[in-house]
């Protein structure tokens, strides 16, 4: 287990699609937010990515832009090109959107994610709006390897091209996170989760808490992991991850238990166990104190 690939697997829901966007100039699209995330990727020509706040990003081939929050935006092969609105999801429809028009061609690869938003880990909270990853010689080349493989089933489908977007596009997300990772850690100091993943102490003590969420850990025993005082750990992790230890712990046991309850129907007590609750009447209290409701009002909600 890992905290990356967990923090990421906690959110994701339902099928992520992907289509390729063939357009030629002029041409503009303004796309309104949704409740997922998104990425472009420039395979030719280039266009300019148009934020809803901030200022416009030029894009050229090979450069991969990602919105983990949805948030609005609009493409354009030029910033004085009118925009045409498109509903939320149109750019990453399953079939291919061609526009043929006099001008420069673009081919983006576009693709969108369906995220759970009401209990984000916090690594994917700090994420900003838009992670712009240009393209550059030599770099994030297992990214660009998903991308050319992506692009080849997006343009050529075959037999299983589902299942195989679908896990291309899983890998995307998780390349496209690491790059941001690995970029605010070359920018300098890194703050935050980007600092916490860069920590190897405080790396193994939340591998061991998601590894075993359910053994009764104490501050005392996951200092042990971190090879670290029970005090020294204890602000150490909290300076880094924003929360107690012990606090973590129970928020990743109610989210882990969360995901259960909405994708399973496994019973109340096998939920209680996995998450390191003996009783399931002390996991439903301990339940309904994070989420405001039982864990069966939940499931029967979701």
């Not at 992670?131 to 080849?152: M, T």
């Not at 596009?169 to 998780?174: G, H, K, Q």
Request: hydrophobic residues 45%.
């Amino acid at each position: 287990m890992d905290v990356l690939s967990d923090a990421i697997g906690a959110m994701r829901t339902g099928r992520p699609h992907s289509a390729e966007i063939r357009k030629r100039a002029p041409w503009g699209v303004r796309a309104e937010p949704f409740s997922g995330a998104g990425f472009h990727v420039v395979l030719e020509g280039s266009c300019w990515l148009i934020p809803a706040g901030g200022p416009p990003v030029p894009l050229g081939v090979g450069d991969v832009v990602c919105l983990p929050h949805g948030c609005g935006h609009a493409l354009a092969d030029s910033l004085s090109t009118p925009l045409d609105a498109v509903p939320s999801g149109a750019l990453s429809q399953v079939r291919p959107v061609r526009d043929d028009g006099p001008g420069a061609l673009t081919v983006l690869l576009c693709g969108a994610y369906t995220l759970d938003r009401t209990r984000p880990h916090p690594l994917f909270a700090e994420l900003p709006e838009l992670v712009h990853l240009p393209a550059r010689l030599g770099h994030r080349s297992p990214l660009h390897a998903a991308v050319n493989l992506l692009g080849d089933e997006v343009t050529d489908p075959d037999h299983g091209t589902q299942a195989v977007v679908a896990a291309l596009l899983d890998v995307m997300l998780l390349y496209i996170v690491r790059g941001w990772l690995a970029e605010r850690s070359s920018a300098g100091p890194a703050t935050g989760w980007a600092a916490t993943l860069n920590d190897p102490a405080i790396t193994a003590a939340l591998r061991g808490i998601h590894e075993e969420p359910a053994r009764q850990w104490t501050v005392e025993a996951l200092g042990a992991i971190a090879g670290l005082s029970r005090a020294a750990f204890a602000r150490r992790f909290t300076a880094l991850a924003g929360r107690p230890p012990l606090g973590y712990l129970t928020w990743w046991r109610m989210t882990l238990a969360a995901r259960m309850l909405r994708d399973t129907d496994r019973p109340l007590q096998a939920v209680a166990q996995r998450v390191g609750y003996t009783s399931a009447f002390a996991f439903a209290k301990a339940f309904k104190r994070e989420y405001g409701r039982a864990p069966g009002q939940f499931r029967r909600a979701r």
